[in-house]
């Protein structure tokens, strides 16, 4: 679907303690959409070329009405802003706009890790922050099991102390949610 960027929001926090930036839309049938992207998600790369205002694009997937999926492919086909082609690593050509409102990945995550301790990278992977600047990577599957790539998960026989913080985060998380539906 086509569709031009009107307005992009500055970061916020959203519930699950993530940080986003909320993307509105002008649809080519004239409806307005939205979507939210998360800077520290895999998918942002898809975006970071394009946040500009004004960028035509096609390749927007809905979620459902007014909400465009975060994991669409957008695309610019025929650039109307000031930009620059440039190669892909699979063959391709990319469209970057100039003056773009991309926010750093890297910035994102620090401020975030400074604050939590750890940063949420979708699809239950985590960032975590652990001795002398040093990052572990938790990954929790969909049945809670966890993994991290520490050397006391790998040598002990139990979760160290970075799957513990996770682990306290996506229970409280889940006692959130539980009394949300229960209001
Ligand atoms: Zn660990």
């Not at 500055?10 to 992207?37: P, Q």
């Amino acid at each position: 679907m086509l569709g031009t960027i009107t307005k992009i929001h500055e970061l916020k926090e959203s519930r699950n303690g993530n940080w986003f930036m909320r993307v509105e839309f002008r649809l080519k049938n004239g409806d307005w959409a939205k979507t939210d992207l998360c800077p520290s998600f895999r998918n942002y790369e898809r975006w970071k070329y394009l946040l500009k205002v004004g960028v035509d694009l096609t390749g927007l997937n809905l979620k459902r009405k007014g909400e465009v999926n975060a994991d669409s492919y957008p695309e610019v086909r025929k650039p109307n802003v000031a930009g620059h082609w440039e190669d892909t690593p699979s063959g391709g050509m990319k469209f970057v706009a100039d003056d773009l409102v991309d926010k750093k990945v890297e910035e994102v995550e620090q401020k975030q890790i400074m604050i939590k301790g750890f940063v949420d990278k979708g699809n239950g992977y985590f960032k975590v922050a652990g001795k002398q600047e040093k990052y572990y990577n938790v990954y929790v599957n969909e049945n809670g099991y966890a993994t991290c790539d520490c050397p006391a998960f790998h040598y002990k026989n139990e979760y160290c102390k970075h799957v513990k913080i996770i682990k306290k985060h996506l229970d409280e998380l889940a006692k959130k949610k539980g009394s949300r539906k229960t209001n």
